[in-house]
């Protein structure tokens, strides 16, 4: 029974391999594998990989830095892939690069807003 995968972003590279980030499975845990640089470089976010064997990690729910331990906004897990690999590109094509153009009054209006969200709390617990 072959396993999809689909790409959400190339993640970080090392020497030798490269984190693979897969969209969220059913239970909400954000998957990812290492593969090999070579094969890391010709993929890109949302092609899909059908493989043949897969085998999923620990779920991780925290990681630790520093001594401090953090908790995950999303859950992940290591997926080991075994077998054929197929690779498919999306059904429709890339879409086109956003474009955003700000009127004029909108940099005034932020620096408006901001100015007031640091503004200090009166006694009465109210600002702006």
Do not use: H
């Amino acid at each position: 029974m072959p396993y999809q995968f689909t790409i959400a972003a190339i993640g970080g590279s090392g020497p030798k391999s490269t984190a693979v980030n897969f969209l969220k499975n059913e239970e909400g845990i954000r998957l990812w594998a290492w593969m090999s640089n070579d094969i890391a470089s010709r993929l890109r976010p949302g092609m899909t990989l059908v493989v043949e064997q897969a085998s999923v990690g620990k779920t991780e729910t925290t990681y630790e830095k520093n001594g401090v331990v953090t908790d995950l906004k999303v859950p992940k897990a290591q997926v080991f892939l075994g077998g054929a690999i197929s690779v498919r590109k999306p059904e429709s094509e890339p879409l086109a690069p956003i474009t955003v153009v700000f009127e004029d009054d909108c940099d005034a209006y932020a620096e408006a807003y901001d100015k007031k969200k640091n503004a200090p709390v009166t006694e009465d617990g109210d600002f702006f």
